[in-house]
């Protein structure tokens, strides 16, 4: 891992020399709680130990500059949230499996090989993917398909500087993007809900967009193992499959390649699935969504932008139908 001290003279503030969000979220409830005298001693000892718990983690902390052209200004969603509700079926189905079952996956050593139209092909472990180039935090909304959001702090660069490396061919037209496929590590492998490994894909344009990232860390950490440790792929016009996580193989494509979940179910699952208020998923609007930690009774929803609200996208699908190609 490449932990980067600040530099001389800079006043730049990183976001690893923040109290991690775990630390002050727990110190924050604790404060609460006192104030309220809902705190039993029992429960005291074991935020206690939270604590003492995130504090001992500070070896996941990765640095990075703040991009500001990349900076949703939404309120981020809780460290908490964002870490206990995922889709992650390698992992089981249920939104609270993956942060129960994941520690079983092994992050280190890890590689990830780039390959298929390239004339350089690479494969690169995770020091390299940590030093190919600068990390920047970009705080991007994520929309899932199921209608819920999410606002996250990631960590990573964008994916065409890692693209760029390997020289595509003039047939490199789609990417392909392929998650770990182990069961030994991953006990959701067993069911059939998905066709393993998980795999999505992207346009060629779509991919060397710099919105695209490579991601590898969130909230000034190194990503957790339920958000795709140690390294995935964020695309925030897209709804969150798209974003494929924990993955071991980057292969440029000719073709259209095939992705788990439109395998799945080709008339709800498009390959293109960008956020988009006025196309429908068959069995539910996708006009509106919730956003995670926004849940009073009383809460409106919120309005899905066309895009997720990333219009700088839109001219990608200049001319396209995008009721056709949903
Ligand atoms: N990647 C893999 N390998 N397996 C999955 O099940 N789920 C996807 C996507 N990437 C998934 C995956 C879905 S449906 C969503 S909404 C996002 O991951 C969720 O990312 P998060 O848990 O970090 O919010």
């Known amino acids: 891992m490449l932990i980067k001290t600040k530099q001389g003279g800079s006043d730049l503030i990183l976001p690893s020399d923040i109290t991690p969000r775990a630390v002050f979220e727990t110190r924050r409830e604790f404060i609460q709680k006192l104030a309220v005298g809902s705190i039993a001693s029992a429960s005291l000892l074991e935020m206690v130990q939270r ?58 050593p890890w590689t990830l090989s780039i390959e298929g139209e390239v004339k350089k092909p690479l494969v690169l472990d995770l020091d390299a993917l940590l030093k190919l180039a600068p990390i920047e935090e970009r705080v991007y909304r994520l929309r899932c398909v199921e209608g819920w959001s999410m606002v996250i702090p990631w960590m990573g660069y964008s994916l065409s500087q890692l693209l760029k490396k390997v020289e595509l061919t003039s047939n490199a037209k789609y990417v392909e993007f392929i998650s770990l496929n182990d069961a030994r590590q ?29 991601t ?9 193992n339920q958000n795709g440790a140690p390294v995935r792929i964020t695309v925030p016009w897209k709804y969150g499959f798209k974003s494929a996580k924990s993955i071991v193989k980057i292969r440029l494509t000719k073709d259209q390649p095939r992705t788990s979940w439109n395998v799945a179910n080709p008339s709800e699952y ?26 009073g009774f009383f ?6 932008l066309m895009f997720n609200g990333y219009s700088e996208v839109a001219s990608l699908y200049a001319g396209m139908d995008l009721k056709r190609y949903f």
């Open 216 to 224: 590898l860390g969130m909230y000034g950490e190194v990503l957790p």
């Open 299 to 304: 809460t409106r929803k919120r309005k899905t």
């Open 270 to 295: 498009g390959f293109y699935s960008n956020v988009n208020p006025d196309v429908d998923h068959p069995r539910w609007s996708q006009g509106s969504e919730r956003r995670i930690g926004e849940d």
């Open 186 to 214: 991953m006990p959701g492998l067993g069911s059939r809900v998905l066709q393993w490994p998980y795999t999505e894909g992207l346009r060629l344009d779509e991919a060397m967009h710099p919105l695209c990232l490579l």
């Open 51 to 108: 604590e003492a718990f995130a504090q001992t983690n500070s070896a996941n902390k990765l640095a990075a500059t703040s991009n500001p052209a990349y900076q949703a200004l939404d309120k981020k969603t809780a460290y908490k949230d964002a870490t206990t509700y995922n889709n992650f079926y390698e992992f089981g189905t249920d939104k609270a499996d993956p942060a129960q079952t994941a520690a079983s996956l092994k992050t280190r």
